[in-house]
């Protein structure tokens, strides 16, 4: 059997036009704003005349912690959208973009694989309605501004040496964590320290994916805390009069994208944090304009659940005052294996003791989503080498842990093999037995959040700051930040901050390097061990091997 790879079977699709797409949502023709044949945004004139329309359930899909043995998380979301869309349910999807850092870097795309796809699958991650270029240029902008006020005299008594808002590119760039600029005498400004961050990382990107729309979005752009002054009262980046320019920059990527799946259902693609260093969802505004247009829909958060599903329940929910009525973790069977200690060379081989040894990952997991009142199904995601046993182990295990795992084949046969994976999250969805609610109150002091999440999430022992990161912390207090959530950056690949550390670690402890906090978008983000928020490139990039055949297309993306 000739097996066709993702991009192959992303080209062969049968796509309908975006006007065609946006009918099955009940979104008129003249409300698509088109970007060639196959994508559009929706217009705000739409999505504000939705107000007062009852919601349909959402559902998240999250997953174990990342592992070089691949999960299929996105996967997975666009087999179980389409999956219910087969079995009646109107249904839309909603995901984030993809960054062209890691396209370059490591990771690929970011639109599912196999049967199970978004498209166009190629534009959606180089460029596609040029979000990311509008988010940077906005973010730069404000970091043009600062620097320009101070040359021109500094009326706002900026101290050159608080200055925390930094700037930021799409693509991983190591060589640009941490620079001078202004150097070359008088006419370049002044020298100073500073750095870049990846725009995924950017605040104004979790603006934008938390506001409701243009106006709520200049009122956060406007409330970003871009300096301090030598008494350490705050700079606003409303001081600068730079949030009207900036919420122009960004008034079409606050409208969202909608796409289709390689079965033509909707979905909405939107916004762009990363997970390990930002709050890992797609768009609230996209979030919300699918839940009043689908009976379902299905969303995912990145990462693992210790972080993804964490910031959704606890930043993305909390703010947007949404209510999931399921979630679905996805795990593989070779997954559970290498957290069992099987080295990815010997995968192939059936191994139940390790599938058993690694399943502690799967059960911690489980039970943190349990704790939010959530309802949970997992979903196996079926590799050709998988075995009975090894199936049946995990299904046993979890089973253990009150819940039930069904064995997904939506790579190999689309939402067709995502059909059980459907009636099980209906059947939970309409059983009404969500109860939903943040790990912790808004009230709680900042570090005892943090401690919080340390201790019930990771099972960390302690959580360990320098005095200035508690001071710090303290003081956001007091200037009336302390209601604010936090937005932990961490490895993605372990509970602890050693990414090497799988399993399900108990007892560790949870160094926090740097405090940050996000005014505009609201929140602290707690930078902990050594997670870098400006990544860097792998010894062999991905972008060595892409490049344009002699038909034009592109090859090696994916």
């Known amino acids: 059997m000739i097996v066709k790879t993702d991009i192959e079977i992303a080209r062969a699709a049968k796509k309908l036009p975006i006007a ?21 945004k929706v217009s705000r004139d739409f999505i504000n005349g939705l107000d007062g329309r009852a919601q349909g359930k959402l559902i998240l899909v999250t997953a174990i912690n990342p592992t070089p043995a691949g999960e299929g998380k996105t996967t997975t979301t666009v087999g179980l959208g389409d999956a219910l ?6 249904t839309a999807i909603c995901i984030r973009e993809a960054s062209l850092g890691p396209n370059f870097g490591m990771k690929g795309g970011a639109a599912g694989g196999g049967y199970a796809q978004i498209v166009p699958m190629e534009e959606m991650n180089l460029h ?78 979790a603006i934008l994916c938390l506001s409701k729309d243009l106006e709520d979005l200049q009122e956060r752009l406007g409330s970003i805390v871009v300096a301090y002054r030598r008494d350490k009262t705050p700079v606003y980046c409303s001081d600068l009069k730079a949030d009207g320019a900036m919420t122009v920059l960004l008034k079409d990527a606050l409208q969202p994208n909608l796409v289709q799946t390689l079965e033509n259902t909707p979905a909405f693609v939107h916004g762009g944090p990363f997970a390990n260093i930002a709050h890992g969802c797609n768009s609230v505004i996209a979030t919300e304009t699918a839940l009043k ?17 964490e910031k959704f329940f606890d930043i ?72 009975e046993a090894e199936i049946a182990a995990v299904r046993a295990y979890v089973a253990k842990q009150g819940a039930e795992a069904v064995l997904c084949k939506h790579w190999a046969e689309g939402g067709a093999g995502a059909e059980e994976l459907a009636h099980k999250v209906i059947a939970l969805a309409e059983a009404g037995a969500s109860a939903f609610a943040p ?20 099972h960390a022992g302690e959580v360990i700051a320098d005095s200035s990161v508690r001071d710090q912390l303290r003081a956001w207090e007091a200037a009336g930040y302390g209601h604010f959530p936090i937005c932990m950056a961490k490895t993605q690949y372990s509970f602890s901050t050693d990414p090497n550390l799988r399993g399900a670690p108990t007892g560790h402890t949870l160094p926090i390097r740097e405090v940050r906090l996000s005014a505009g978008a609201g929140f602290i983000v707690v930078i902990c061990g050594e997670i870098m928020t400006m990544p860097g490139l792998p010894k062999v990039p991905s972008a060595e091997t892409i490049r344009l055949n002699e038909d034009g297309l592109v090859v090696g993306l994916f």
Not at 20 to 40: M, R, S, T, V, W
Not at 85 to 90: N, P
Not at 183 to 188: I, Q, R
Request: aromatic fraction near 8%; include cysteine.
């Open 293 to 309: 247009l689908a009976d379902y829909v299905v969303t995912e958060a990145g990462f693992g659940a210790d972080l993804g599903a």
């Open 128 to 205: 596609f309605t040029g979000d990311f270029h509008a988010i940077t240029s906005a973010h730069n902008l404000l970091s043009a501004m600062i620097d320009n006020h101070i040359y021109w005299g500094n009326s706002l008594e900026i101290d050159e040496r608080r200055i925390v808002w930094r700037r930021v590119m799409d693509m991983n760039d190591r060589a640009l964590r941490d620079i001078v600029v202004g150097l070359g005498g008088v006419s370049n400004g002044f020298a100073r320290q500073t750095g870049f961050d990846i725009t995924v990382a950017s605040e104004v990107m």
């Open 85 to 90: 869309a087969r079995v009646g349910k109107k």
């Open 316 to 387: 993305k929910c909390r703010k947007a005052g949404l209510k999931p009525a399921a979630a679905v973790i996805v795990a593989t069977v070779r997954a559970m294996k290498m957290n069992g200690g099987v080295a990815k060379a010997d995968l192939g081989s059936e191994n139940v003791a390790a599938v058993n040894k690694g399943c502690p990952n799967l059960g911690r997991h489980i039970a943190n989503v349990k704790g939010f009142g959530v309802p949970v199904v997992v979903a196996i995601n079926h590799f050709t080498s998988d075995t």
């Open 20 to 40: 065609l797409i946006g009918a099955k949502l009940g979104i008129p023709n003249e409300q698509l704003i088109p970007y060639g044949h196959d994508k559009a």
């Open 439 to 458: 790990l912790y109150p808004d009230d709680m002091g900042l570090f005892d959040k943090i401690d919080t999440i340390a201790r019930r999430i990771y």
